[in-house]
């Protein structure tokens, strides 16, 4: 894939969660929410400070992160369905 996210943004893929709970019940698609959870698949070079110097993101390619349920923006990528967000819309490393 050729795309590079510019500033501090973030290119992520979404984890399918399981389709089925622990006492063997089926979630049919319809009635599962999207996954908050992602892998990132490109990071941007980072924002800049007042004084120009560049201020490196905190995650890096493949790390999986916790991010908000209306976050980002979402996109269709060589076929994959990805979202782009910014670095602050991300809460947390897994």
Do not use: C, N
């Amino acid at each position: 894939m050729a795309f590079r996210p510019l500033g501090d943004r973030v290119l992520v893929k979404r984890v399918e969660e399981e389709s089925k709970t622990k006492g063997g019940i089926i979630i049919p698609d319809t009635a599962k929410e999207k996954p908050q959870e992602g892998e990132i698949l490109a990071v941007g070079p980072g924002s800049r400070d007042e004084a120009g110097k560049r201020i490196e993101l905190d995650v890096k390619v493949g790390d999986r992160v916790l991010f908000g349920k209306w976050s980002g923006t979402e996109v269709k990528l060589d076929g994959q369905d990805l979202i782009i967000m910014k670095e602050s819309d991300i809460l947390g490393i897994v």
